[in-house]
Structures are given as structure tokens and as C-alpha cells.
């Protein structure tokens, strides 16, 4: 019971310290720069995968990895702000937070894409197929779909 409860307490501590990073770097963005940018958990994303993959596959040690990410998503950062973002800062609120929230999709497609956890199959598929049992044939899904 205790060993539950301080494991409660140690994961609730953690996740609130990732949330307050992240609440940081939206806050700081939106306050200091005057940039809607919806985007900043993309990059937490990618820096945390390749810590992982970088440490778990290719056998780099944690602190090195660290290393790595910081000046690959830093750069990648960098040539984000050049290319897209510094256009954006003298537009509406509506501009930037489209832009950044087409960002986001297109990291998360990505992310799916790269790391085979896209789905080839339509919604549909994913439903048991005794639903559509009694459904007319040209409701239910088909192979192609």
C-alpha cells in the first residue's frame, strides 16, 4: 500500500514537472515574443524521441544523447524560425496559431509515418466487424478501404 502510494506521488511529481516545462515555453513564447506558437510540444516530442532512440537503439549514453538532441532540435528550431516563423510575427493571432497548429499535424503525421505507427486502414476497420454484420453490403468496409 505504501509502495503504491509513494509510486502515485513520484508519477504525479513527474508528469506536473513535464507540464510546467511545457506551460513555460508556451508562456514565454506568447508573453516575451508576442508569438502564438502552438507548435513548442512538437519539438519536446522529437527531442524525446531521439533521446530514446538514440539511447535505446543505438546504444549512445543518456548524457551524450542529451547532448545530441539539444543541438539537433535546436537547430532544427532554428531553421523553423528562419524559414516559417519570422514571417508570422508582425500577423494576426489567426495566422500564427493556424500556421502553428498545422505544424502540429504535420509533426504528428510525420512522427506516425517514420516510425510505422501510421494506420493503412480506414476508421472503420478498427470496429469489430460483427457490427456491420447486418449492415447492407455497401455500408460495410471493404479491402481497399
Request: hydrophobic share 55%; net charge positive.
Amino acid at each position: 500500500m505504501v509502495n503504491t502510494v509513494v509510486s502515485i506521488l513520484f508519477d504525479g511529481l513527474a508528469w506536473a514537472m513535464f507540464l510546467f516545462i511545457l506551460s513555460v515555453g508556451l508562456s514565454v513564447t506568447m508573453g516575451l515574443m508576442g508569438f502564438v506558437n502552438l507548435a513548442h510540444g512538437a519539438f519536446a516530442m522529437a527531442g524525446g524521441h531521439l533521446v530514446l532512440t538514440a539511447t535505446a537503439s543505438w546504444g549512445i549514453p543518456f548524457l551524450l544523447s542529451l547532448l545530441i538532441t539539444f543541438f539537433v532540435v535546436g537547430g532544427a528550431s532554428v531553421l523553423f524560425e528562419r524559414t516559417l516563423y519570422g514571417r508570422l510575427y508582425g500577423a494576426s493571432e489567426l495566422d500564427q496559431v493556424l500556421m502553428t497548429i498545422g505544424l502540429v499535424f504535420m509533426a504528428i503525421a510525420a512522427y506516425s509515418f517514420f516510425t510505422g505507427r501510421c494506420r493503412s486502414r480506414s476508421m472503420f476497420r478498427v470496429i469489430s466487424p460483427a457490427r456491420f454484420a447486418s449492415e447492407p453490403a455497401a455500408f460495410r468496409p471493404t479491402e481497399s478501404s
